[in-house]
Nanobody, 129 residues
Framework: QLQLVESGGGLVQPGGSLRLSCAAS????????IGWFRQAPGKEREGVSS???????ANYANSVGGRFTISRDNANTVFLHLSSLKPDDTAVYYC???????????????????????WGQGTQVTVSS
């Protein structure tokens, strides 16, 4: 069964940091680009960041640029490093995988969710004092 599993969420104070992980089970991420999305209570899901298959290029939403960093390792895991967290960052964070050669060197869009083939169940991030 093909699965993406997010982890690393939790409760953090404003200004704090977290590292979210997205691990693949049942398939290899070698040919998949990854996107991170989030959904706050009462709001639509929005794109946060994405990274190309080769990991050389990334894309960030304006709201998180300079505070969040996406990266990937060689062990089938992609990370999203969250820093300088704000209460507005409170949301369920999802990772998603996009297959295809189009994304080898370019990060996929974080606007069009239809390019993503597999989704995780999400991990809760709560920023509160």
């Amino acid at each position: 069964q093909l699965q993406l599993v997010e982890s690393g969420g939790g409760l953090v104070q404003p200004g704090g940091s977290l590292r979210l992980s997205c691990a693949a089970s049942g398939f290899s991420l070698d040919h998949y680009a990854i996107g991170w999305f989030r959904q706050a209570p009462g709001k639509e899901r929005e794109g946060v960041s994405s990274i190309s298959v080769r990991g050389g290029r990334a894309n960030y939403a304006n709201s998180v640029g300079g505070r969040f960093t996406i990266s990937r390792d060689n062990a089938n895991t992609v990370f999203l490093h969250l820093s300088s967290l704000k209460p507005d960052d409170t949301a369920v964070y999802y990772c998603a995988a996009a297959y295809g050669s189009s994304w080898y060197f370019q990060p996929p869009t974080i606007i069009d969710e239809s390019v993503y083939d597999h989704w995780g169940q999400g991990t809760q991030v709560t920023v509160s004092s």
